[in-house]
């Protein structure tokens, strides 16, 4: 199983990005998929995820700012972040769970700062 995020960088406060995580050697379309984001100093939490069936949930300092989304055909998850927040500065990691454990990708980072 490997998951390749990308589209971390240096935004503005207010500014958008979208991260993307590209899943291989999982059944993707049968998978719940989900964002997790570490803060220097901090613990990981879950900012978003997403079921199989589409069915979304988030944390609550991210609703209505952020969106998951996944496209099955491309076995890829997205999560488009607006009206970005400096607290909102993280390692984003996107997880699965298969085969009795979990997985995650590498990382990519996200500084929002003036």
């Known amino acids: 199983v490997q998951l390749q995020a990308s589209g971390g960088g240096l935004v503005q406060p207010g500014g958008s990005l979208r991260l993307s995580c590209k899943a291989s050697?999982?059944?993707?379309?049968?998978?719940?998929m989900s964002w997790y984001r570490q803060a220097p100093g901090k613990q990981r939490e879950l900012v978003a995820s997403?079921?199989?069936?589409?069915?979304?949930n988030y944390e609550d300092s991210v609703k209505d700012r952020f969106s998951i989304s996944r496209d099955n055909v491309r076995r890829t998850v997205y999560l488009q972040m607006n009206s970005l927040k400096p607290e909102d500065t993280a390692v984003y990691s996107c997880?699965?769970?298969?085969?009795?454990?979990?997985?995650w990708g590498q990382g990519t980072e996200v500084t929002v700062s003036s």
């Open positions: 997403i079921s199989s069936g589409g069915a979304t």
């Open positions: 050697g999982i059944n993707f379309s049968l998978n719940a």
């Open positions: 997880q699965v769970f298969s085969r009795g454990r979990n997985y």
